[in-house]
């Protein structure tokens, strides 16, 4: 008999276990050889790059918290001067903060402002949603805005009356680049429509316009609207500063939309509006279902980008006397008692300029890619 | 998933009815007063004075943390409200910019512009407007170390001085170095925060623009009282109450409630003694503060006025003293006439 077994080398010996590859070819090690320290010059780079960051960042700590005074009581501002910029004085924005943010606005009224700016983000929050994109949400828009108009003006429901002058800071930005940007945006497509038309009247009125505002800078429509504007009203009559203003930046912003709209309109393939048409639908149909979908997407980048321009853009309001956000700041440190802190001041605004701005970018980011799923290969 | 394109038309529609929804709402266009000819009664039955003011300027009118507005020409304002209502807050304060203070005023936006505005011949006949009151006289000075220990701008002989081109203060300052033969070296820089640290940084020894510039630039410093003001003034810039044309009863009652600042610190009434001052026995003080004469009256106002004024922001040199010596301006030419300034009021009578 013959009990054979098998003993060959290949079957007894234990699998081979799976070798990891160096540990200098993976992790974090290897990524920084890779990338960081691939060759002289880029160990070189590195170690300079990584030598100033640190210094700044270090710089910046010591200036921004381990050397700052966050308050000193009764506006005696002496301490933070004999600082002597060693330190950040963000007592400034201590006692300051709720001007900045709210402006003249009658200081125990600030909650009204405040619960304003919240619901615009939740507005915002909410339209960015692509699961509440119904027809709903147009009716929860105006219902926000009128929640919003009476917050602001009150004068119902046991709120007092706030004349506009005195609106100021965060809800004023948000106020004129809402407004603005919702109703230039529609007021663009329209137009970038009509430059394409085939009908010389509305062409030649679309370019006009498009034309004449891009022409002349915002500060000088701004101008207009707020010292010329008012000398061709008939005598007693005179339309809020805030709105004036507001129409200069939705027809300012609505020409350079129609621009970026009409961009997307050119890049469709003619064979797009083509098929539209062999397909016998009437002109708003094709451009509702076919054209703008597709020209609204390919354009998502540069529409993003003249938002947060305009977003900032509704600072330059400063020239005709309305408190925005940072003309507020601005205001907040010309009391004798706080001039000099301009930095701290400047750094906080900025950064909630930044927040929107960045929120937008990285929104417009997802949707871009959210949207353009089916181009991807 | 919906179609982008559905939704898209859904979204337009929307949009457009939220324009047509919140239009209106916006568009409440204020009422401004009816005929811009009659002002004061405009005021009146509106019961609130419509007061231009600067955006911020240190001193003059800025809001406080708590976004009250506070200054020199905020005390006007309330002034003129204490005269018209008894009330001095029943103002509503608009901010102007030196672009559209004009048009706010010309348009009706404003009744009244106390707003750090020179005062000259072809702002007086072209712009529609009437200049009312001298309330602060400012013009061109200079700032020098404290160290240097100078108590007057003629012991600049030698020294350099820091000043902005193109501006009508290179020429002041080169004409009254010429009047007094004083030789000095200019160090001429375009933007002002370049100017100021040089300044600071001794690359001159002293600075020069106007008195109100000056101080508020001391009062960022540092350590302020390291600077020192010099108390020659050389140039005129006479800050001034402006109104509309038109109507000469408003454009007196701003007159008069600026004369009964005035007046009242000549007299010695303050804000706290002006009860006991109601007894005083000279007979302008009675006159002015309504006991007899009727002066009120023929202003349009009742009696109280000039007590409610005075009461409310107390006299020209309270007013000073609360909001420009804490910058640090000193009286100069705005002392009364009887300590040797120029401010002056007509007699009550």
Redesign the interface.
Known sequence: MSDLTLTTAAATSPEAAPRTPPASQIGLRGWLRANLFSSWINTAVTLVLAYLIIRWTIGFIEWGVINAIWSVPENQTQAC??L?GVGACWAVIT??H??IL??????EEHWRPALVCLLFVGLYVVSAMRRF???E???V??AT??VI?VLMWGGVLGLSYV?Q??W?GLPITLILAT?GL??A??LA?LVALGRRSKLPAIKALCVLYVELIRGVPLISLL?MA???F??F?P?????????RA?IAIILFAGAYLAEVVRGGLQALPKGQYEAADALGLGYWQKT???I??QA??LVIPPLVNTFIGFFKDTSLV??????DLL?AG???I???AW??FGIEVYLTVGAIYFVFCFAMSKYSQDLEAE?NRHRRR | MQPFGLSFTRALGAAAMCLTIALPGLAQAQQAPAAAANTFDAVRSRGQLVCGVNTGLAGFAQPDSQGVWRGFDVDYCRAIAAALFGDANKVRYVPTTAQNRFTALQSGEVDVMARNTTWTLSRDTSLGLDFTAINFYDGQGFMVKSNLNLKSAKELEGATICVQPGTTTEQNLTDWARANRIRFTPVVIERLEELVSAYTAGRCDAYTTDVSGLASTRSAQPRPADHTILPEVISKEPLAIGVRQGDARFADVTRWVHFVLLAAEEFGITQANVEQMLNDPRPEVQRMLGRNGGLGPMLGLNDAWAVNVIKAVGNYGEVFKRHLEPIGIQRGPNALWTQGGLQYAPPFR
């Open positions: 001067r004999d002597r006692e300051k709720r001007f709210f402006g003249t606005y009658p200081y994109w119904r027809w949400l147009a009716l828009w105006v805005l009128a108009g004349p002058e005195r100021g407004f919702a109703f945006f529609p497509i101008f707020s010292v010329m008012p000398l009203l005598e007693g009559m005179n339309i809020d500063k805030l709105l507001q509702g279902f076919i703008l979908p609204l997407r400063l020239i005709i006397g309305i408190f003309t601005k205001t907040a010309i009391e004798p001039q000099g949207l």
